[in-house]
């Protein structure tokens, strides 16, 4: 997670850049799109929600699923969009904009993480509410499928700052929320700090409930384990997929974009295989080195405030020539689109493990499978937190906590058992894994919604 910055004269400038009324954002996307395609290291052009829909109609047209059931599951059940006005260090009042959508609740109450990002839209959170609604059902855990998001740049701001932004959040959504109902969890530029704001503002309406929001801290009924689930998930597909890739982790080397939660902790996992990091990049730049960059101590480098691209065991690279660097395994862990039609093709990488929710765009896909790179995607690879965070909810609603082994131990079962079954689906219906995931997890949305009687 990025430090946040003291507010001075200067900084309060930067964030009044980023800080976007709906005018400014219509005219960057008109300049971006004025701009043609995406460069190497910037995001695509094509919208995350763009990317869901693609790969849920590939799954839909093989299933059959006629257009009137399409719709039902398509569409977000419910949109909830606040304001969120809140005056920060530069005595101003920002008015940031907060969403919540619950995209489908056929096998239990929804779930999904909450991004604090300038560029949360709308269509960004039904994008990634519906990945949730697939995602938990490929790795068949109890839950439904949202996402939050508030479009406020965090990294910019004071924790004070974020505090009142987390507090206000949560009083305006806590109406269609409940530990039965909607669970929120981390995501970009959200932590285990920003749940435990989250759990305490419900608190005061409700009583403590704990199973408000999974990631909280380990202090408050947080659950081992769930810090490093997402990455650790991430490890566990590859070492399923690595011996049918002729790949053994001991004699990996990987790359990674995005060191945050889930980067740095596949990172640090990969390693605890033998695994050699080669190169690595996070907002601020990039880095490589062919000898191998030490993913713990940057771990310990960057938390300490260091920056990435003065880190003494590697050379700075142009974050543009990241996605180039030779590796065995590249672990996109940053922003959706960022692999995409104008930097696929200088991919080197063997295994693709998609951290990041969408991170490859539709036309990167069609590249990359044709450069015979084995793709194992979002939906699949990245089900290791909401994975946990089931485990931590449950844990919650008895009052009582599971060691760091068990935990761990479970989400290595449930994160094969899920590799196993689109694996085998895949071969069976001559598909691709990402293209497989989404079948099951269609399939299994649609079946819970059918025998309750929705549809
Ligand atoms: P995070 O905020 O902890 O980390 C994000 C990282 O990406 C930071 O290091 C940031 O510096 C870096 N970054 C941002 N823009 C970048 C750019 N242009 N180039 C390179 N790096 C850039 O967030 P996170 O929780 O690790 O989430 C990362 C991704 O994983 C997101 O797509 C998120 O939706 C997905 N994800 C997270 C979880 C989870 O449990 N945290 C679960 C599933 C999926």
Known sequence: MAETKTVDDESVGEREEVDKSPQAVEEAKAEAESRGEAKPGQRAEVSNLEIVRHYFNIAADHLKLADDLRTVFWTPYREVTVQIPVRLSDGKIHVFSGYRIQHNGARGPYKGGIRFHPEVDVDEVRALASLMTWKTAIANV????????????????????????????????????????????????????????LMDEYGKLHGHTPAIVTGKPIALEGSFGRDAATGRGCVFVFREAAPHLGLSPADTTFAVQGYGNVGSWAARIMQQLGSKMVAVSDVNGAIRNDAGIDANALHDYINKGGLITEYEGAEEIDPEDLIAVPCDVFIPAALGGMIHEGNADRMQCKVLVEGANSPTTPVADKILRDKDVYIIPDVMANAGGVVVSYFEWVQNLQHFRW?????????????????REVSSRAKEEGLDLREAAYLVGIERVVEAARTRGYV
């Open 142 to 197: 109890p839950y439904g499928g949202a996402k939050g998001g508030v479009n406020c740049p965090a990294d910019k701001l004071e924790q004070s700052e974020v505090q009142k932004i987390a507090r206000s959040f949560m009083d305006k959504i806590e109406k269609v929320l409940g530990p039965t109902r909607d669970i929120p969890a981390p995501d970009v530029n959200t932590n285990a700090q920003v749940m435990a704001w």
């Open 403 to 419: 060691d760091e082994r068990e935990v761990n131990d479970k989400l290595g079962n449930i994160m094969r058992r899920a590799y």
